[in-house]
């Protein structure tokens, strides 16, 4: 039986009439199913982020929660590398400030605090329903790998461990996880886990219709989530 907190998480965006997640809803589902994400708090106020934020550790992240703002970055939604409270007040108001002027008609929810995860290899996992097969899983680079290059693999959930290696396997760009020019190597032990973990929540979960970790941040040792949206 699925955790009764997974439930609510649905039962929330039901009762919105939503049909997808916020990013904190979206983070704690896959939290719940074991995939490192960065602490993260919704704050209302000017006041109650700078209390988050004092609570996570700087440096930050601000983001907007809005029904109206999926892609946030496009609207002038996040701000990363927030180091004390007068770039918290200051971040609070510019994203506000962003959103009024970009997306007029959006309805603010409030503003996301989140730990600000530190550089790492960009990977993306993401999942789309098949309408004869049911939900496939996504593996791929971030960036142009993904966005230009369409190098991504793909299998159907459930995927079993050999499934998630072989996904890492079959990306031209592959070597890329290896640390290529000094740069770090990424963890695919973790990748795995988190491709495992992924399909699990799937499986689980028939009311996702759509999932999108972009990025998945991997460094020498583990991962972690800096974004993920969901649609239902
Ligand atoms: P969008 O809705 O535009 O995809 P994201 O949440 O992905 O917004 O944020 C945009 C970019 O900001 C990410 O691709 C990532 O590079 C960076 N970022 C977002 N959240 C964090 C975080 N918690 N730690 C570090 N970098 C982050
Ligand atoms: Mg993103």
Redesign the pocket.
Known sequence: MRDPKIDKIFQVAKAEKRNFLF?HEAKMLCGLYGVPI?R?EVAKTEDAAVEAAKRIGFPI?L?IVSAQ???????G??I??VNDEKGIREGYQRIVANIKKNVPTAVIDGILV??????GT?IIIGSTVDPTFGPTIMFGL?GIFVEILKDVSFRLAPITKEDAWEMLDEIKAKKMLEGPRGTPKADKEAIVATLLAVSKMLMECPEIKELDM??L?VYEKGA?A??A?VIL
Do not use: F
């Open positions: 990013e960065t993260i992240v983001k703002v999926l892609h946030k970055s496009d609207a939604g996040v990363v590398g989140q730990e600000m995860a530190p550089k960009e971030g972009n990025p941040l972690r800096v974004d949206r």
